[in-house]
Protein backbone atom coordinates (compact mmCIF):
# COMPACT_ATOMS: atom_id res chain seq x y z
CA UNK A 1 0.00 0.00 0.00
CA UNK A 2 2.19 2.89 -1.33
CA UNK A 3 0.64 6.53 -1.05
CA UNK A 4 1.66 8.63 -3.54
CA UNK A 5 4.14 11.27 -2.66
CA UNK A 6 1.39 14.33 -2.15
CA UNK A 7 -0.49 11.85 0.14
CA UNK A 8 2.45 11.04 2.08
CA UNK A 9 3.24 14.14 3.20
CA UNK A 10 -0.18 15.15 4.46
CA UNK A 11 -0.05 11.75 6.16
CA UNK A 12 3.41 12.06 7.29
CA UNK A 13 2.25 15.94 8.74
CA UNK A 14 -0.23 14.91 10.10
CA UNK A 15 1.62 12.04 11.90
CA UNK A 16 4.42 14.43 13.41
CA UNK A 17 1.57 16.82 14.51
CA UNK A 18 -0.44 14.57 16.51
CA UNK A 19 2.64 12.71 18.36
CA UNK A 20 4.04 15.85 19.10
CA UNK A 21 0.80 17.40 19.98
CA UNK A 22 0.24 14.66 22.52
CA UNK A 23 3.79 15.02 23.88
CA UNK A 24 2.81 18.88 24.42
CA UNK A 25 -0.40 17.90 25.93
CA UNK A 26 1.29 15.61 28.59
CA UNK A 27 4.11 18.14 29.84
CA UNK A 28 1.17 20.41 29.94
CA UNK A 29 -0.66 17.78 31.90
CA UNK A 30 2.29 17.06 34.00
CA UNK A 31 2.01 20.82 35.37
CA UNK A 32 -1.14 20.79 36.60
CA UNK A 33 -0.67 17.19 38.00
CA UNK A 34 2.21 19.06 39.86
CA UNK A 35 -0.12 21.67 41.06
CA UNK A 36 -2.60 19.59 42.01
CA UNK A 37 -0.32 17.27 44.66
CA UNK A 38 1.59 20.37 45.75
CA UNK A 39 -0.98 23.34 46.23
CA UNK A 40 -1.97 23.61 49.77
CA UNK A 41 -4.65 25.68 48.52
CA UNK A 42 -8.23 23.78 47.81
CA UNK A 43 -9.60 25.71 45.16
CA UNK A 44 -6.58 25.59 43.10
CA UNK A 45 -6.21 22.03 43.71
CA UNK A 46 -9.71 21.42 42.67
CA UNK A 47 -9.08 24.03 39.39
CA UNK A 48 -6.13 21.50 38.33
CA UNK A 49 -8.10 18.69 38.48
CA UNK A 50 -10.56 20.03 36.38
CA UNK A 51 -8.74 21.20 33.82
CA UNK A 52 -6.19 17.63 34.02
CA UNK A 53 -9.65 15.85 33.55
CA UNK A 54 -10.57 18.11 30.58
CA UNK A 55 -6.90 18.08 28.76
CA UNK A 56 -7.14 14.68 29.16
CA UNK A 57 -10.70 13.97 27.59
CA UNK A 58 -10.67 16.79 24.98
CA UNK A 59 -6.91 16.61 23.74
CA UNK A 60 -4.86 14.09 25.25
CA UNK A 61 -7.06 10.98 24.13
CA UNK A 62 -7.89 11.79 21.17
CA UNK A 63 -4.51 12.94 20.08
CA UNK A 64 -3.11 9.30 21.21
CA UNK A 65 -5.90 7.66 19.51
CA UNK A 66 -5.30 9.71 16.52
CA UNK A 67 -1.01 9.58 16.42
CA UNK A 68 -1.41 5.54 16.92
CA UNK A 69 -3.64 4.70 13.36
CA UNK A 70 -2.04 7.69 11.51
CA UNK A 71 1.11 6.02 12.24
CA UNK A 72 0.12 2.53 11.66
CA UNK A 73 -0.91 4.06 7.79
CA UNK A 74 2.35 6.64 7.93
CA UNK A 75 4.19 3.16 8.06
CA UNK A 76 2.24 0.78 5.77
CA UNK A 77 2.42 3.44 3.41
CA UNK A 78 5.73 3.87 2.81
CA UNK A 79 8.58 1.63 2.40
CA UNK A 80 9.63 2.14 6.38
CA UNK A 81 6.64 -0.48 6.15
CA UNK A 82 5.29 -2.12 10.25
CA UNK A 83 7.21 -4.82 10.52
CA UNK A 84 10.51 -4.36 8.64
CA UNK A 85 12.46 -2.06 10.98
CA UNK A 86 13.28 -2.82 14.42
CA UNK A 87 12.77 0.71 15.84
CA UNK A 88 9.15 1.21 14.03
CA UNK A 89 8.35 -1.97 16.00
CA UNK A 90 9.61 -0.93 19.03
CA UNK A 91 8.12 2.98 18.43
CA UNK A 92 4.71 1.05 17.93
CA UNK A 93 4.42 -1.09 20.73
CA UNK A 94 5.48 1.80 23.14
CA UNK A 95 2.64 4.16 21.47
CA UNK A 96 0.29 1.06 22.33
CA UNK A 97 0.98 0.51 25.45
CA UNK A 98 1.07 4.12 26.05
CA UNK A 99 -2.17 4.52 24.69
CA UNK A 100 -3.90 1.86 26.49
CA UNK A 101 -2.27 2.93 30.15
CA UNK A 102 -3.61 6.60 29.01
CA UNK A 103 -7.31 5.06 28.23
CA UNK A 104 -7.34 3.02 31.65
CA UNK A 105 -5.89 6.42 33.73
CA UNK A 106 -8.48 8.45 31.96
CA UNK A 107 -11.34 7.14 33.63
CA UNK A 108 -8.90 7.55 37.21
CA UNK A 109 -8.39 11.18 36.37
CA UNK A 110 -12.43 12.05 35.02
CA UNK A 111 -13.39 10.31 38.93
CA UNK A 112 -10.61 12.55 40.56
CA UNK A 113 -12.01 15.65 39.08
CA UNK A 114 -15.11 14.75 40.25
CA UNK A 115 -14.21 13.77 44.06
CA UNK A 116 -11.76 17.24 44.50
CA UNK A 117 -14.75 18.97 43.45
CA UNK A 118 -17.02 17.19 46.27
CA UNK A 119 -14.37 17.00 48.75
CA UNK A 120 -13.35 20.11 51.21
CA UNK A 121 -9.80 18.61 51.44
CA UNK A 122 -8.87 17.63 47.59
CA UNK A 123 -5.18 17.54 48.81
CA UNK A 124 -5.41 14.81 49.94
CA UNK A 125 -6.62 12.76 47.04
CA UNK A 126 -3.95 10.18 45.80
CA UNK A 127 -1.66 11.99 42.88
CA UNK A 128 -1.31 10.59 39.03
CA UNK A 129 2.02 11.62 38.99
CA UNK A 130 3.78 8.34 38.54
CA UNK A 131 1.87 7.99 35.51
CA UNK A 132 2.38 11.51 34.03
CA UNK A 133 5.67 11.52 34.43
CA UNK A 134 6.33 7.68 33.05
CA UNK A 135 4.05 9.04 29.97
CA UNK A 136 6.64 11.81 29.31
CA UNK A 137 9.07 9.78 29.32
CA UNK A 138 7.92 7.16 26.87
CA UNK A 139 6.69 9.78 24.61
CA UNK A 140 10.18 11.17 24.72
CA UNK A 141 11.69 8.10 23.82
CA UNK A 142 9.55 7.95 21.17
CA UNK A 143 10.07 10.56 19.94
CA UNK A 144 13.83 10.49 19.74
CA UNK A 145 13.63 6.92 18.19
CA UNK A 146 11.63 8.32 15.02
CA UNK A 147 14.66 11.31 15.08
CA UNK A 148 17.60 8.76 15.51
CA UNK A 149 15.88 5.36 13.82
CA UNK A 150 18.57 3.16 14.99
CA UNK A 151 19.25 0.62 12.66
CA UNK A 152 18.35 -3.14 12.88
CA UNK A 153 16.27 -5.25 10.04
CA UNK A 154 13.91 -7.87 11.17
CA UNK A 155 13.77 -10.86 9.78
CA UNK A 156 11.09 -9.87 7.51
CA UNK A 157 12.47 -6.57 6.62
CA UNK A 158 15.56 -8.58 5.25
CA UNK A 159 13.41 -10.70 3.43
CA UNK A 160 12.01 -7.68 1.42
CA UNK A 161 15.14 -5.81 1.50
CA UNK A 162 17.28 -9.70 -0.93
CA UNK A 163 13.42 -9.72 -2.83
CA UNK A 164 14.10 -6.39 -4.16
CA UNK A 165 17.39 -6.73 -4.90
CA UNK A 166 16.78 -10.05 -6.30
CA UNK A 167 13.46 -11.43 -7.01
CA UNK A 168 13.84 -14.64 -8.39
CA UNK A 169 15.53 -17.09 -5.97
CA UNK A 170 12.36 -16.16 -3.45
CA UNK A 171 9.71 -16.52 -5.70
CA UNK A 172 10.09 -20.32 -5.91
CA UNK A 173 9.80 -20.26 -1.56
CA UNK B 1 8.55 8.09 10.88
CA UNK B 2 9.62 10.76 8.92
CA UNK B 3 11.31 11.00 5.91
CA UNK B 4 11.77 7.52 4.37
CA UNK B 5 14.78 8.09 1.99
CA UNK B 6 16.96 5.90 4.51
CA UNK B 7 14.25 2.78 4.46
CA UNK B 8 15.80 1.59 0.87
CA UNK B 9 19.37 2.28 1.63
CA UNK B 10 20.29 -0.52 4.05
CA UNK B 11 19.33 0.66 7.53
CA UNK B 12 19.58 -2.77 8.94
CA UNK B 13 22.59 -4.64 9.73
CA UNK B 14 22.40 -6.92 6.56
CA UNK B 15 25.29 -6.86 4.39
CA UNK B 16 24.55 -6.81 0.76
CA UNK B 17 24.05 -10.11 -0.38
CA UNK B 18 24.45 -11.58 2.72
CA UNK B 19 22.67 -15.18 2.43
CA UNK B 20 21.70 -15.47 5.89
CA UNK B 21 19.29 -13.07 7.83
CA UNK B 22 20.54 -10.75 10.36
CA UNK B 23 20.06 -11.00 14.12
CA UNK B 24 18.86 -8.45 16.77
CA UNK B 25 20.78 -5.11 16.86
CA UNK B 26 22.61 -4.80 20.23
CA UNK B 27 19.88 -1.73 20.81
CA UNK B 28 16.95 -4.45 20.18
CA UNK B 29 18.70 -6.60 23.04
CA UNK B 30 19.53 -3.96 25.66
CA UNK B 31 16.20 -2.49 25.35
CA UNK B 32 14.16 -6.05 26.24
CA UNK B 33 16.93 -6.59 28.74
CA UNK B 34 15.92 -3.53 30.39
CA UNK B 35 12.10 -3.81 29.59
CA UNK B 36 12.25 -7.22 31.28
CA UNK B 37 13.88 -6.05 34.07
CA UNK B 38 11.52 -2.95 35.11
CA UNK B 39 8.53 -5.42 34.36
CA UNK B 40 10.19 -7.94 37.13
CA UNK B 41 10.77 -5.23 39.42
CA UNK B 42 7.28 -4.17 39.22
CA UNK B 43 5.88 -7.56 39.70
CA UNK B 44 8.27 -7.84 42.79
CA UNK B 45 7.05 -4.20 44.41
CA UNK B 46 3.50 -5.52 43.56
CA UNK B 47 3.88 -8.94 45.39
CA UNK B 48 6.00 -7.40 48.26
CA UNK B 49 2.86 -4.92 48.64
CA UNK B 50 4.79 -1.59 48.44
CA UNK B 51 3.39 1.86 47.17
CA UNK B 52 -0.19 -0.51 47.57
CA UNK B 53 -2.36 -1.26 45.11
CA UNK B 54 -2.00 -0.32 41.20
CA UNK B 55 -4.33 0.53 38.84
CA UNK B 56 -7.52 2.84 38.65
CA UNK B 57 -8.51 1.46 42.01
CA UNK B 58 -6.46 3.34 43.85
CA UNK B 59 -7.50 5.89 43.12
CA UNK B 60 -11.20 5.34 43.97
CA UNK B 61 -11.70 4.34 47.50
CA UNK B 62 -10.60 0.63 47.01
CA UNK B 63 -8.00 -0.55 49.40
CA UNK B 64 -6.63 3.00 50.22
CA UNK B 65 -8.15 4.38 53.13
CA UNK B 66 -6.89 8.35 52.36
CA UNK B 67 -8.50 8.45 49.43
CA UNK B 68 -11.48 6.49 50.12
CA UNK B 69 -12.56 9.09 52.77
CA UNK B 70 -12.13 11.96 50.30
CA UNK B 71 -13.89 10.29 47.39
CA UNK B 72 -16.69 8.38 49.21
CA UNK B 73 -19.41 10.85 47.86
CA UNK B 74 -18.48 10.23 43.95
CA UNK B 75 -20.02 7.59 41.74
CA UNK B 76 -18.68 4.91 39.89
CA UNK B 77 -15.94 6.56 37.48
CA UNK B 78 -17.61 5.26 34.71
CA UNK B 79 -21.40 6.39 35.19
CA UNK B 80 -20.51 10.31 34.18
CA UNK B 81 -18.45 11.55 31.27
CA UNK B 82 -16.02 14.42 32.62
CA UNK B 83 -17.20 16.65 29.74
CA UNK B 84 -20.39 16.77 30.79
CA UNK B 85 -19.99 17.39 34.22
CA UNK B 86 -17.58 20.31 34.00
CA UNK B 87 -18.99 22.18 30.83
Avoid at chain 1, 20 to 48: H, I, K
Avoid at chain 1, 51 to 80: E, F, Q, R, Y
Avoid at chain 1, 129 to 141: E, F, Q, R, W
Avoid at chain 1, 157 to 171: E, K, Y
Wanted: with cysteine.
Amino acid sequence: MALTPGLRKVVLTVHVVTSVGWLGAVVCYLALDVTAATSADPQVVRTAYSAMALLVADVIVPLAVASVVVGIVNALGTSWGLLRHYWVIVKLLLTVFATVVLLIESRTVAHLARSAAASPVPGDLPSTLPHSVGGVVVLLTITALSVFKPQGLTRYGWRRQQQRRDPRPLLGG
Amino acid sequence: MGDDSRSSGGTGSARPGASKAPGAPRWVRVCAVVAGAVLVLLLVLKLAGVGGEHGPGRHMGVGDARSSAVVQDAGPADSVRVDSLWR
